[in-house]
C-alpha cells in the first residue's frame, strides 16, 4: 500500500496554497497522507532519512529547488533497496527540476501526476559530500544567485536578472584548475556551470544539452572576458546559443575535480552552500540513480 509524506516548506510563494489543497485531499480521499511543515534549515533533510524507517513509499517535495535538494540527501542516506520514492510540487520560485521532468506549479495537476505514479530513474551528482539533482554553478553564476538573494521579494526569472545586474557591479574571473576524466586544464574562467539537468534560474538553459538519465555531467566553461563581451554573450544564455561561443568549452564527462586557488563562489539546486568561497570540488554522478515521480518522461 502506498504510503505518502508531503515535506513542506511553508515559507515558499506557492507553500501555503499548496498545503491547503492537500490537506483538503486528505480529508477527503482516503488516502494515507501525512503532512509535515519544515521548522527551519536542515529538518526536511532529516525527515526525509527517517521515511523508510516511517514507512512511506513516497515522500513529496513541496517547495522550491532548494527543498528538493534538502530531501535527496536525506533520502540518499537510505539504502536503495529501501528508499522511497521520490516527488515534487514545485511551490518556489524557480523550481527548476519540477519543470523538467514535467511536473507543473499548479498543485491540483501536480497532486494527479503524483498519483499516477509514472516513476522514473534520475541520475544523482554529489559535490563534495553534497548531492544535487539538478545543477552546480560556479563563478560569476554563483555569485549572481548570492545577489539574488537580495533581491526578494522578487521570484524565478525575475530576481535571477536582478542577481545577475548586481554581479556585474563588481565583475571578475577566477582562475580554475579544471580535470575531467582525466584531461586536464588550466585558466582564468568566468564562470562553470555543471548540469545534470538543462536549466537553472527558473528556466536559463545554462546547459542545454544536459539529460538527465545519460549518467553523465554537461559542463559549460566561460573563459574570463572583458565587462563589454559578457554582456554581449549574456543574451545568447536565454537560448542556449552560448554554447556556440569561442570563449565557450562544452563537454560530458562522469567526474570534474575544480579547485580555484583563491576561492570561488558555488549554488547547487537553488541552494547556497557556506562557506561562501570554495576551493577544492569534486562533482561527479554516483552509480545510484533515484526513483522520481514525473509528468512525463524527461
Avoid at 497532486?111 to 530513474?121: A, G, K, S, Y
Avoid at 542556449?240 to 562522469?254: A, D, L, N
Avoid at 583563491?262 to 569534486?282: A, H, V
Amino acid at each position: 500500500m502506498k504510503k505518502y509524506l508531503f515535506i513542506i516548506n511553508p515559507i515558499t510563494r506557492g507553500g501555503n496554497k499548496t498545503h491547503r489543497y492537500v490537506e483538503y485531499v486528505k480529508e477527503h480521499s482516503g488516502l494515507d497522507i501525512t503532512l509535515y511543515t519544515t521548522q527551519c534549515a536542515g529538518d526536511a533533510e532529516e525527515k526525509a532519512s527517517l521515511s523508510a524507517d516511517e514507512g512511506f513509499s513516497h515522500v513529496i517535495s513541496v517547495g522550491g529547488d532548494g527543498t528538493l535538494n534538502e530531501i535527496l540527501n536525506g533520502l540518499m542516506k537510505i539504502d536503495p533497496d529501501q528508499r522511497p520514492v521520490l516527488g515534487t510540487i514545485p511551490a518556489g520560485g524557480g523550481n527548476d527540476f519540477g519543470r523538467m521532468i514535467g511536473i507543473p506549479r499548479e498543485p491540483a495537476i501536480a497532486f494527479d501526476m503524483i498519483l499516477r505514479d509514472h516513476v522514473t530513474e534520475v541520475d544523482v551528482c554529489r559535490v563534495n559530500d553534497r548531492y544535487f539533482i539538478n545543477n552546480l554553478g560556479a563563478g560569476f553564476d554563483a555569485k549572481a544567485s548570492w545577489m539574488a538573494e537580495k533581491a526578494r521579494p522578487m521570484q524565478g526569472m525575475l530576481r535571477y536578472l536582478a542577481g545577475i545586474f548586481l554581479a556585474f557591479m563588481s565583475y571578475k574571473g577566477y582562475e580554475m584548475d579544471v580535470e575531467a576524466d582525466g584531461e586536464r586544464f588550466t585558466e582564468k574562467y568566468l564562470l562553470a556551470a555543471i548540469g545534470n539537468g538543462s536549466t537553472t534560474g527558473g528556466g536559463i538553459p545554462m546547459t542545454p544539452n544536459a539529460d538527465l538519465r545519460d549518467g553523465l555531467l554537461d559542463v559549460c566553461l566561460v573563459r574570463h572576458i572583458s565587462i563589454f563581451r559578457a554582456l554581449f554573450l549574456l543574451p545568447k544564455v536565454f537560448s542556449g546559443k552560448h554554447i556556440e561561443h569561442p570563449v565557450v568549452r562544452e563537454f560530458r564527462c562522469r567526474q570534474l575535480h575544480l579547485f580555484a586557488p583563491d576561492g570561488i563562489p558555488i549554488y547547487y539546486d537553488g541552494e547556497l552552500p557556506l562557506p561562501e568561497k570554495w576551493n577544492d570540488m569534486l562533482i561527479e554522478v554516483v552509480r545510484d540513480p533515484i526513483r522520481v515521480v514525473t509528468g512525463e518522461t524527461p
